[in-house]
């Protein structure tokens, strides 16, 4: 592992992150190599992934995340499990810890889950009880989240008030969401299209946010940071990942239209992408969007919606989870239909498991439903993903799967991990594509097909690869939102 050397030196600010997750870690390494007189330390209580970013295999995949921490690690950028040190000094503590949709109880299926951020939020009143602290809310939350941190950090310094009246600790609480893509978020925080900050309309909450502000402004020119109150930094989020959310949906609903009427969804998504008011920008069709923001952060605002007694507007939201929910479920049963209507004991070369390229996150990947649909109907899955490891594909299909026990024994007989695409593709009965990596349109699909059982059929849920070369060896093609006549 790594081996860490402090330097001894002054730091002009110093930061603490909780959380060494995909926003946490990436965010902070950028900020360490953009501040070099910056000091920041990320902590997390998992030791296997401290370890990780400690080591020379991170325990994330991002372009160009490597060499950022290479570069600053040991420098003036930490990884640690031990937080009391570094909170206690830390003038900046940014809350960047997951905030899954809840499971069980009140909300279930919709709300945003904060046990975590609540956790942190003790943490850190029990931590620190001298001083004054800027808490940044990183993390995606609905919105007024930062009213309930103030109130648990307002009742922990009360307590502290009756012991030390003169140095109980202060704390001001800013919204700083993150607008990162996955894939390309060292480019994205390299060059921000904004980076938005929400506080209180106080003196002491402007002074924190220039405090924050001089941190991005060291590389982000500060036209482009955006100061705003808190409630509405933390609604920006949540609209802004429903609003590209709802632009695939409604090109995926429209790819529906397209294979039913003879039109091209690709040449109907360019048509309207050169209207100036539209743009061309989340209008490619797919087997649906994944990931860990998309459809959380849309259910929140449903949840939020329905609990301010807006019906209609949760409504409308929640019809974007419901369309992505239709497309993958159609893309499943039609690979099923177009296959003589059984995939029973046939072998089917599954290329992707991961959300999107260039990136190992499975969040909320569509790879998982169709997947598992296809097992539940006696299908042998051939699955290669350059950057998922087969544990994390087992663990996301079994869980997916619940308690449906043939499901369950499927996967466990039924589901191949292999280490290259060639192999997943040898003997298949069909190509399915969920991921669109770029080594897929560098696949020799000639000897691909040649070794295939025939007829050969291949299903392009990415619609990245050239489809009439696909037809013209043979290959019997789909692809969402054109007809056969098209390829």
């Known amino acids: 592992f790594f081996s860490i050397n402090i330097m001894a030196q002054e730091f002009a600010v110093k930061i603490l992150c909780i959380g060494a997750g995909y926003v946490g870690g ?44 290479k570069q600053c690690r040991g420098k003036n950028l930490f990884f640690t499990t031990e937080y009391k040190d570094a909170m206690n000094e830390a003038d900046i503590i940014f809350m960047s810890v997951n905030t ?8 279930k299926g919709r709300a945003a889950d904060l046990k975590y ?28 989240c930062s009213v309930a941190i103030e109130k648990v950090l307002k009742a922990c310094r009360t307590d502290a008030l009756k012991l030390s009246p003169r140095d109980a600790a202060t704390f001001e609480v800013l919204s700083n969401p993150e ?14 299209d904004r980076v938005l900050i929400g506080c209180q309309q106080t003196e002491s909450g402007k ?23 808190q409630w509405s930094s933390e609604l920006s989020k949540l609209t802004a990942n429903a609003f590209l959310a709802q632009r695939i949906s409604s090109i ?50 449903v949840y939020l919606s329905y609990s301010l007694g807006l019906q209609e507007v949760g409504d409308y939201w929640h019809s974007v989870v419901q369309m992505n929910d239709y497309q993958r479920r159609r893309f499943a049963e039609t690979i099923v239909k177009t296959m003589f209507d059984t995939v029973t004991s046939k072998q089917i070369a599954v290329l992707g498991f991961a959300f999107k390229k260039d990136t190992g996150d499975t969040r909320e990947t569509s790879a998982i439903p169709v997947c598992n649909a ?32 043939h499901l369950l024994k499927c996967i466990d007989t039924n589901l191949k991990v292999e280490t290259d695409a060639m192999t997943a593709c040898l003997g298949a ?21 040649d070794k295939m059982n025939k007829p050969a059929f291949f299903f392009d849920g990415r619609g990245h690869l050239n489809l009439q070369k696909l037809d013209d060896l043979g290959f019997q093609v789909f692809s969402i939102g054109r007809t056969r006549s098209q390829m």
């Not at 002074?207 to 109150?229: K, Q």
């Not at 950057?387 to 026990?405: H, I, N, P, S, W």
């Open 26 to 69: 990436p965010t902070m390494a950028v900020i360490a190599m953009k501040c070099k007189d910056v000091k920041v330390t990320i902590f997390d209580l998992n030791q296997a992934r401290i370890d990780a970013w400690n080591s020379d295999n991170l325990p994330i995949y991002e372009p160009g995340l490597e060499d950022v921490v």
């Open 100 to 107: 899954p949709t809840k499971m069980h109880g009140v909300g």
């Open 117 to 144: 951020i609540e956790a942190s939020a003790r943490m850190i009143a029990q931590t620190v009880k001298t001083g004054h602290k800027v808490i940044v809310e990183k993390s995606t939350v609905p919105v007024r």
């Open 179 to 192: 607008f990162l893509a996955e894939g390309t978020a060292i480019s994205d925080l390299f060059d921000p």
């Open 207 to 229: 002074a924190a946010c220039e405090l924050l502000t001089s941190v991005y402004a060291r590389w982000v020119p500060r036209e482009r940071i955006i100061s705003t109150n």
């Open 252 to 301: 995926n609903s429209i790819s529906a239209v397209c294979e039913a009427t003879g039109a091209n969804v690709d040449e109907v998504a360019f048509a309207i992408g050169r209207d100036s008011r539209i743009g061309p920008k989340f209008l490619k069709a797919s087997v649906g969007f994944g990931g860990s923001c998309f459809q959380k952060d849309i259910l929140n605002l």
């Open 374 to 405: 296809l097992l539940d109907d006696g299908a042998v899955l051939h699955v290669y993903d350059p950057k998922v490891t087969k544990e994390q594909m087992f663990e996301d299909l079994r869980y997916a799967a619940g308690g449906d026990e």
């Open 429 to 449: 009965h069909a190509v399915v594509v969920l991921t669109e990596w770029d080594e897929f349109k560098e696949l020799d699909y000639a000897t691909i097909y």
